[in-house]
């Protein structure tokens, strides 16, 4: 019976002329073109120097600026007050001022995130040079990055893509299918026939998984061609925690189509609830820059669990142990919220 049911599901797929297209070209598309745009790195900040001291190490500094590929030499500026028009009229970003062996910058912080990054990097190169004792030696820093060595945020963001279209296909996709058979009101006739309750759920969401998989592969298979980034660690890993993110997710999204009259019901309340578990998992940003009662929502948030563990394993090449307490917590999580979803069906209703 399940067997024809699956069937059912695909030839429907098939059928709808933008169903296919969603499933491959989206796809395409965000790993193609979302790793180059969703970048954290801010640039071409652009840097005035008020240099009094005219020293040695200041003009190091002023060349370790200009010689930056994150900052552009704004030029020398006589007082800070010349140098503040300039912060003014928004054709500066941050000031540096070089008096009496001492370092001050100052930011526009007319725009947060540039103040704010630009001065840690300025501070950075400022640090650099700041000498270690009177001899006026300079700080040697030497920095070994163990993993991400060229410093690429693609490689950050291309594991949080893979969760993304999981999440989208194998959740957004089975709830709505659900919820389209209730306007057309064909799941009344399904209703009535010997169908159980379980080879109904299981025929909504088996397609499903398997369009998972298959794009998952094709995400892995565009991410070595496209960038050369590979997976460092198992790939059958990978895979295990695209399977339970999946299940999560086709889980809730069969909770949230039970419970609604209308597609756009279904797809604003689903929208609502995925939009923050993604901003609240660390798939974007650090969690532990979140308030502490905002970082206590992550023990319960299972995108937060497969971000950490895809990539402990796909950047760092983490193992089974390296790993184990994600796959528990996600396990656990999967299974309740698989549970509630099929005690949520009623054939009846």
């Known amino acids: 019976m399940i067997k024809y049911l699956i069937q059912k599901e695909f030839l429907q797929i098939r059928r709808n002329s933008f169903m296919p297209r969603i499933i491959f070209i989206f796809p395409i598309m965000v790993m193609c073109v979302m790793p180059w745009v969703m970048n954290q790195e801010v640039k071409n900040i652009r840097v005035d120097v008020v240099d009094y001291d005219r020293?040695?190490?200041?003009?190091?500094?002023?060349?370790?600026?200009?010689?930056?590929?994150?900052?552009?030499?704004?030029?020398?500026?006589?007082?800070?007050?010349?140098?503040?028009?300039?912060?003014?009229?928004?054709?500066?970003?941050?000031?540096?001022?070089?008096?009496?062996?001492?370092?001050?910058?100052?930011?526009?912080?007319?725009?947060?995130?540039?103040?704010?990054?630009?001065?840690?990097?300025?501070?950075?190169?400022?640090?650099?040079?700041?000498?270690?004792?009177?001899a006026n030696i300079p700080l040697d820093v030497n920095t070994l990055y163990l993993y991400n060595k060229g410093q690429d945020y693609k490689v950050f963001m291309i594991p949080a893509l893979m969760g993304i279209l999981m999440m989208m296909l194998c959740g957004f996709l089975p709830a709505l299918n659900i919820v389209s058979e209730k306007e057309k009101g064909t799941i009344e006739q399904i209703n009535v026939t010997p169908v159980s309750k379980w080879s109904f759920i299981l025929a909504k969401l088996i397609p499903y998984w398997i369009i998972g998989l298959l794009v998952l592969t094709v995400c892995l298979v565009l991410s070595w061609l496209v960038y050369g980034i590979t997976c460092q660690g198992p790939l059958g890993l990978v895979y295990l925690l695209a399977?339970?993110?999946?299940?999560?997710?086709?889980?809730?999204?069969?909770?949230?189509?039970?419970?609604?009259?209308?597609?756009?019901?279904?797809?604003?309340?689903?929208?609502?609830?995925?939009?923050?578990?993604?901003?609240?998992?660390?798939?974007?940003?650090?969690?532990?820059?979140?308030?502490?009662?905002?970082?206590?929502?992550?023990?319960?948030?299972?995108?937060h669990y497969f971000a950490d563990a895809i990539r402990t394993v796909f950047v760092r090449g983490g193992g089974f142990q390296s790993i184990a307490h994600q796959l528990l917590a996600l396990s656990i999580i999967t299974l309740i919220m698989s549970v509630l979803a099929v005690a949520s069906y009623r054939k009846n209703s």
């Not at 600026?65 to 010349?82: D, L």
């Not at 009259?261 to 689903?270: F, K, P």
């Not at 609240?280 to 948030?301: C, E, H, K, Q």
């Open 243 to 303: 399977v339970l993110l999946a299940l999560f997710f086709s889980s809730f999204g069969l909770i949230i189509s039970n419970n609604s009259n209308s597609m756009q019901q279904a797809m604003l309340v689903m929208w609502f609830f995925v939009v923050c578990l993604m901003l609240l998992s660390g798939l974007f940003t650090p969690v532990r820059s979140m308030p502490d009662w905002a970082y206590l929502t992550t023990y319960i948030n299972p995108m």
């Open 55 to 134: 020293t040695t190490i200041s003009q190091q500094l002023v060349h370790s600026i200009e010689a930056s590929n994150y900052f552009i030499f704004n030029g020398q500026k006589s007082t800070y007050q010349e140098a503040l028009k300039d912060i003014e009229t928004s054709t500066a970003d941050i000031i540096l001022e070089i008096r009496d062996g001492k370092f001050l910058i100052a930011a526009n912080a007319v725009n947060g995130t540039k103040g704010s990054i630009g001065s840690a990097y300025l501070s950075q190169i400022v640090a650099a040079k700041i000498t270690p004792t009177a």
